[in-house]
């Protein structure tokens, strides 16, 4: 039974330009939330999507979009990429049981924005 | 933002010894809590949680105490081993809402 999966697991841009993070849920989760972890601080909540709908969505500028595909699958796209963007990038999935209950992470995307 | 803190606390244990990390949570309304372990490289994985109807549960080797009237949540680890070095995270859920992680805590066993 596979965990959540993303994609890729390292990354470099630069200032300005845009990203696409990938995430794949673990196998009978229909809910997939995404977080920012600056280095040596807790996952920062950026927003969670359940039936291909952001139901929830923390504070972060609209430059953060995501979506969420009919297999569960979800992306998060990041605008206008600023340095201070660099962050690992996780993404948790949760079964109907509770929006936040028992929250499966990722291995995140470790974004560097030079 | 929520989770502050630019330097991790850091819990130093002796192999075998118990492993006591605490964690103040900032939201009288939030009714679910969940410990997370981090290891380097990885993301949090989730060791145990607890309801806000609940002042304690017990798990494998893993003990949560909640303590609401002071807003205080503890994770106690017996015989803590060399595999248990992590960062631990204290996270709460105001009433359905989003996981709002703590600051976290840096745990190092010595053998």
């Known amino acids: 039974d596979a965990g959540v999966t993303q994609s890729p697991t390292h990354l470099i841009k630069t200032r300005g330009q845009q990203v696409t993070l990938r995430c794949s849920p673990k196998?009978?989760?229909?809910?997939v939330s995404w977080y920012q972890q600056a280095l040596g601080q807790g996952p920062q909540f950026i927003f969670q999507?359940?039936?291909?709908?952001?139901?929830q969505r923390g504070n972060f500028p609209d430059r953060f979009s995501g979506h969420q595909f009919p297999n569960y699958s979800s992306e998060l796209n990041v605008n206008a990429l600023l340095l201070g963007d660099s962050a690992l990038y996780l993404c948790?999935?949760?079964?109907?049981?509770?929006?936040?209950?028992?929250?499966?992470f990722g291995s995140g995307t470790q974004l560097s924005v030079l | 933002g929520e989770s502050v803190g630019l330097h991790l606390p850091t819990l130093s244990v002796q192999e075998g010894d118990n492993s006591i990390i605490n964690c103040a949570y900032s939201?009288?309304?939030?009714?679910?809590f969940i410990w997370y372990k981090q290891e380097s490289g990885k993301g949090p994985q989730f060791i145990i949680d607890?309801?806000?109807?609940?002042d304690k549960r017990q798990g494998q080797r893993v003990t949560v105490l909640l303590n609401k009237t002071v807003k205080h949540l503890s994770l106690q680890i017996a015989a803590t081993q060399p595999g248990d070095s992590a960062v631990y995270f204290c996270?709460?859920?105001?009433?359905?809402?989003?996981?709002?992680f703590g600051q976290g805590t840096e745990l190092s066993v010595k053998p």
């Open positions: 948790a999935s949760s079964g109907k049981a509770g929006w936040n209950e028992k929250l499966f």
């Open positions: 196998s009978g989760h229909d809910t």
């Open positions: 999507y359940y039936e291909e709908e952001e139901r």
């Open positions: 939201n009288s309304a939030s009714d679910y």
């Open positions: 607890i309801r806000s109807n609940m």
């Open positions: 996270a709460e859920t105001p009433s359905g809402g989003k996981l709002i």
